[in-house]
Nanobody
Framework: VQLQASGGGMVQAGESLRLSCVAS????????VGWFRQAPGKEREFVAA????????IFSNSVKGRFSISRDNAKNTVYLQMNNLKPEDTAVYYC???????????????????WGQGTQVTVSS
């Protein structure tokens, strides 16, 4: 599966962005999709994920209550809605997909097989 992330940009603190991750090559039905981010000089960190069934979602503590994840199966697209953005959310955001990952492994980037190219999000104070 190929993933194309988009929607990043430069915003001020408190504003919102919606990232999109469009998949090609196979349907996202039955596939877990996750979002990770990496700031300069830091390791890639987990942001949010939707399980293979699409019924379960998890978020990192740093974004819980501000970010949400949703799917549009007709468009084979997963979205990350980011509200009340903070300067510490600044990073390159990556989407990932995997058809066999288990729920307990969703937050670990080493367990994901497919990655998009990343989209830059910059939040100014």
């Amino acid at each position: 599966v190929q993933l194309q992330a988009s929607g990043g940009g430069m915003v001020q603190a408190g504003e919102s962005l919606r990232l999109s991750c469009v998949a090609s090559g196979r349907t996202l039905r039955g596939v877990a999709v996750g979002w990770f981010r990496q700031a300069p000089g830091k390791e890639r960190e987990f942001v949010a994920a939707s399980s293979r069934t699409g019924g379960g979602t998890i978020f990192s503590n740093s974004v819980k209550g501000r970010f949400s994840i949703s799917r549009d199966n007709a468009k084979n697209t997963v979205y990350l809605q980011m509200n009340n953005l903070k300067p510490e959310d600044t990073a390159v955001y990556y989407c990932a997909a995997d058809s066999s990952i288990i729920t307990s492994s969703l937050s670990n980037p080493i367990h994901w097989d497919y990655w998009g190219q990343g989209t830059q999000v910059t939040v100014s104070s």
